[in-house]
């Protein structure tokens, strides 16, 4: 059984710029789950993707969005970019045979803006 | 006031102590507990899952949830040097959001 992957596992972005970070879910999982975890803090709940739709939102500006595609791998995409969006971002994926409410996590991708 | 309080530590204690993390949350209509181990620069890995108060056993971890006084708690027995890592209790209604503490940091001294 695969677990959930994500890309890029570092990435350096300047204020202002956009950037694109994916997940792949683990295998027989329909729902993604993205997570932002400032250092020193727990993991704060940006969206939730299940079959393709959004199915919940944090307290996150529009400016963070969301894709989830056929295969159930997702996209988490930021715009405008700014320095206290420097963060681990935690993809989870969930909705496979067993307990609905179980989250897995990826390894996450560390994003620092400069 | 936060719907989760963790004591955040840091929290060190000596190889074979028994150690005690807990987290106390405000809102009644959590239903699902979980906790999760976190090393240094990975992701969560899930520990323990519950969802009825009393007390859930898996080697030397224990989960306990007391649901009337809105407090859970995880104890490890016979530590290790293995178990330093931050643990993060999390909580839901439901198959949506995950709502954390703020993770303790333990550090077990050989």
């Known amino acids: 059984e695969t677990g959930v992957t994500q890309s890029p596992t570092h990435l350096i972005k300047t204020r202002g710029q956009q950037v694109t970070l994916r997940c792949s879910s683990q295998s027989g999982h329909n729902t993604v789950s993205w997570y932002q975890q400032a250092l020193g803090q727990g993991p704060q709940f940006i969206f939730q993707y299940y079959r393709e739709e959004e199915n919940g939102r944090g307290n996150f500006p529009p400016r963070f969005s969301g894709l989830q595609f056929p295969n159930y791998s997702s996209e988490l995409n930021v715009n405008a970019l700014e320095l206290d969006d420097s963060a681990l971002y935690l993809c989870a994926s969930s909705g496979g045979q067993g307990l609905q409410e179980t989250q897995y996590f990826g390894p996450g991708t560390r994003l620092l803006v400069l | 006031q936060k719907e989760v309080e963790q004591d955040p530590g840091p929290l060190s204690v000596p190889e074979g102590a028994i150690v005690s993390l807990n987290c106390t949350y405000s809102?009644?209509?959590?239903?699902?507990f979980m906790w999760y181990r976190q090393y240094s620069r990975k992701g969560p890995e899930l520990l323990m899952y519950?969802?009825?108060?009393g007390n859930k056993e898996d080697g030397r971890f224990t989960a306990q949830v007391d649901k009337s006084s809105k407090y859970i708690s995880l104890f490890i027995r016979d530590s290790q040097p293995s178990d330093s890592a931050t643990y993060l209790c999390a909580m839901t209604q439901g198959a949506q959001k995950l709502v954390f503490g703020q993770g303790t940091r333990l550090t077990i001294n050989p």
């Open positions: 809102n009644s209509a959590f239903q699902y």
């Open positions: 519950t969802y009825s108060s």
